[in-house]
């Protein structure tokens, strides 16, 4: 129950227009700057094989035990550089998480991530709807409706650039940048409008997510890194709503990679990406 009280509290608290948030320039060229020095690690760990995930090389659980974890079925989640940053009044988040699928082949993977057009197929209830858009020059452009029920439904139409393959044999990546998110006011009736962007409620402003992906014996091991933008929070209220904004970036990786993983180990998935 204080679960729930709270974070009735927070959406209320944020959905009313005292407390809407404005993007500032300096807090997006902040979020730009530190997403650039996470692909620069990206690029540089995927020179090997051996550091290819960066979850098997974080020092914070040994190798062997923490791969004996995730072929046991086990999610692994962590914190990166503390999780959740501030941003001149908005805040950096940064979870990282990685899973074993049994019998998983890199290839499939990426087919799995290219099938733009039916990502709500694997990815319901969070992801409503998907359309691929443009292809050119390697990049993708991929419009998506984000649904997240906390109390309230929040609705968000997304577009992003996504650039994605095969690294070396059994070895692939992808990186996804948002390059436009609007909140959807009043989702569903005959008032539905898209918010202007970064001038809203700031449940979400950015996020990229980046995929790392290799085979070994026995299936594919998959690594998520998702870096998100969102308001600071409102003035008073950070004892009330600190604990749910920090929790939001990380439940959400938690089912994207969770759902992910069941898509791979399908059999009627599996058959169709080969």
Same mark, same amino acid.
């Given at each position: 129950?204080?679960?729930?009280?709270?974070?009735?509290?927070?959406?209320?608290?944020?959905?009313?227009?005292?407390?809407?948030?404005?993007?500032?320039?300096?807090?997006?060229?902040?979020?730009?700057?530190?997403?650039?020095?996470?692909?620069?690690?990206?690029?540089?760990?995927?020179?090997?094989?051996?550091?290819?995930?960066?979850?098997?090389?974080?020092?914070?659980?040994?190798?062997?035990?923490?791969?004996?974890?995730?072929?046991?079925?086990?999610?692994?989640?962590?914190?990166?550089?503390?999780?959740?940053?501030?941003?001149?009044?908005?805040?950096?988040?940064?979870?990282?998480?990685?899973?074993?699928?049994?019998?998983?082949?890199?290839?499939?993977?990426?087919?799995?991530?290219?099938?733009?057009?039916?990502?709500?197929?694997?990815?319901?209830?969070?992801?409503?709807?998907?359309?691929?858009?443009?292809?050119?020059?390697?990049?993708?452009?991929?419009?998506?409706?984000?649904?997240?029920?906390?109390?309230?439904?929040?609705?968000?139409?997304?577009?992003?650039?996504?650039?994605?393959?095969?690294?070396?044999?059994?070895?692939?990546?992808?990186?996804?940048?948002?390059?436009?998110?609007?909140?959807?006011?009043?989702?569903?009736?005959?008032?539905?409008?898209?918010?202007?962007?970064?001038?809203?409620?700031?449940?979400? &402003?950015?996020?990229?997510?980046? &995929?790392?992906?290799?085979?070994?014996?026995?299936?594919?091991?998959?690594?998520?890194?998702?870096?998100?933008?969102?308001?600071?929070?409102?003035?008073?209220?950070? &004892?009330?709503?600190?604990?749910?904004?920090?929790?939001?970036?990380?439940?959400?990786?938690?089912?994207?990679?969770?759902?992910?993983?069941?898509?791979?180990?399908?059999?009627?998935?599996?058959?169709?990406?080969?």
């Amino acid at each position: 129950m204080v679960v729930t009280i709270r974070t009735a509290a927070v959406i209320l608290a944020l959905a009313v227009p005292s407390f809407s948030a404005r993007l500032s320039a300096p807090a997006s060229r902040d979020f730009e700057t530190y997403a650039a020095s996470v692909e620069k690690r990206l690029a540089q760990q995927h020179a090997s094989p051996a550091t290819y995930l960066a979850s098997l090389n974080s020092g914070a659980t040994s190798t062997a035990e923490l791969e004996r974890q995730l072929r046991a079925g086990e999610l692994h989640m962590e914190p990166v550089n503390g999780g959740t940053r501030s941003a001149d009044g908005a805040l950096v988040h940064h979870w990282r998480g990685a899973a074993f699928v049994p019998g998983g082949r890199a290839a499939e993977m990426l087919a799995l991530l290219r099938d733009y057009n039916r990502l709500s197929t694997y990815y319901s209830p969070e992801v409503q709807s998907s359309r691929l858009i443009a292809e050119r020059g390697g990049a993708s452009t991929v419009v998506m409706r984000f649904k997240k029920l906390v109390v309230v439904p929040i609705v968000l139409d997304t577009e992003y650039e996504v650039r994605n393959g095969l690294s070396r044999d059994g070895a692939g990546y992808s990186v996804s940048r948002s390059t436009h998110i609007w909140e959807v006011a009043n989702p569903g009736s005959a008032k539905e409008r898209r918010m202007t962007e970064g001038d809203d409620d700031g449940f979400l &402003w950015r996020l990229n997510t980046y &995929w790392s992906f290799i085979e070994v014996p026995g299936g594919l091991l998959i690594e998520c890194e998702a870096i998100s933008l969102t308001r600071d929070v409102p003035a008073g209220l950070g &004892w009330l709503v600190t604990p749910v904004i920090q929790d939001m970036p990380r439940d959400s990786l938690k089912f994207t990679l969770t759902a992910t993983r069941n898509a791979l180990g399908t059999t009627g998935v599996k058959e169709a990406h080969r």
